[in-house]
């Protein structure tokens, strides 16, 4: 089958390897065997070829998430053969072979059940959505509990998620007031269109006194930090007394957080959380309602940019290099 193996780390975009003779895997019971149609990309992916992902044994084909047509149902009657189904996390691409590949086997638990996709959701439409959606989602509903009476920071705006967030915290969690943030002032706009009420524009990693100026000094009470360590104590700072952040993304690449002076940061009542996605659960989350609601135009998609698979490593490496605004995503055919 056709497959894009990693097979060492840390190596460039560029080291990723297509080929057309990966042995496709055998169904077995417990796992749905998909025909993977398309395929989003994640930043733990690129994490994962840059070496920060430890316990990983290469060579591996990459790959958090996929959609396509069910082939084999591992002995379920959940699913039939040519079923749409949406599959994430459970180990894929780290465990084993993940999405990035013609056929993928994985545990019933990571796979959706059958979706419906409406006329003008096709599979890169579709691939746009399943990582990407419910971990803005999960982020909004379990981590920071947003409500109608919210003002909502996002620390990393023109990220795929922080797209996904914008756009669910207007329309499922009606929150009246989104504040999105990026480095980037050509990516304003289509943060703007994609949900933000308001855009700040980063300047040497600090963004807490614009909150603080046009929140009139109370600062925003939910926050959703993609981009990291290397920020989080002037993301706090731009957060209430009573505020919650929570740290769900990473793409500014610093994973601890040195000299965080958590005392002061978090002072008097302000609660840092976190939120990752393998915690959901894919067969009882809101998939078919956000499909729904992209196809109805009730929510932006955020989908930047669609290539095929044998560019998986020209994907990776303008994602990598921070040009995208929103979602990438690779079709297999």
């Known amino acids: 089958m056709r497959a894009v193996v990693c097979s060492s780390v840390p190596i460039p975009p560029s080291g990723l390897t297509y080929t057309t003779a990966h042995p496709t895997p055998i169904p077995k019971a417990g796992h749905v065997l998909i025909r993977v149609k398309a395929f989003g990309l994640n930043r733990s992916e690129l994490f994962t070829r840059q070496g920060h992902s430890p316990g990983i044994q290469f060579p591996r084909v990459l790959g958090i998430e996929c959609v396509g047509e069910v082939a084999d149902a591992g002995g379920s009657d959940l699913w039939k053969a040519g079923d749409k189904v949406a599959a994430m996390m459970g180990g894929m691409g780290r465990q084993f072979d993940g999405g990035y590949a013609e056929y993928t086997l994985i545990p019933h638990k990571n796979v959706s059940l059958p979706m419906t996709l409406p006329s003008n959701i096709g599979w890169a439409e579709f691939a746009a959505i399943p990582e990407t959606f419910l971990t803005?989602?999960?982020?909004?509903?379990?981590?920071l509990a947003l409500s109608s009476s919210d003002t909502l920071l996002i620390r990393g705006g023109s990220t795929s998620v922080g797209m996904a967030a914008a756009t669910l915290a207007?329309?499922?969690?009606?929150?009246p007031r989104v504040i999105s943030t990026t480095r980037a002032e050509a990516k304003v706009n289509a943060i703007k269109a994609g949900g933000a009420d308001e855009v700040i524009l980063e300047v040497d990693g600090k963004v807490s006194e614009?909150?603080?100026?046009?929140?009139?000094g109370k600062g925003v009470n939910k926050c959703i930090e993609l981009v990291g360590g290397s920020v989080l104590a002037d993301t706090c700072a731009g957060v209430g007394p009573e505020g919650v952040i929570s740290m769900v993304g990473c793409v500014g690449g610093e994973w601890t957080v040195n000299g965080f002076d958590h005392f002061t940061a978090l002072a008097p009542h302000k609660r840092l959380a976190v939120f990752a996605s393998w915690s959901v659960e894919l067969q009882s989350s809101p998939l078919q309602k956000i499909v729904d609601m992209v196809a109805s135009g009730k929510m932006n998609l955020g989908l930047d940019r669609?290539?095929?698979?044998?560019?998986?490593?020209?994907?990776?490496?303008?994602m990598e290099a921070n040009r995208a605004t929103g979602k990438v995503v690779c079709v297999v055919d």
Not at 136 to 143: F, K, P, V, Y
Not at 307 to 314: A, L, P
């Open 306 to 318: 669609v290539f095929k698979i044998e560019q998986t490593g020209e994907a990776q490496e303008y």
């Open 210 to 216: 614009e909150v603080m100026r046009i929140t009139s």
């Open 136 to 143: 803005a989602w999960g982020t909004l509903d379990r981590s």
């Open 170 to 175: 207007k329309t499922l969690f009606s929150c």
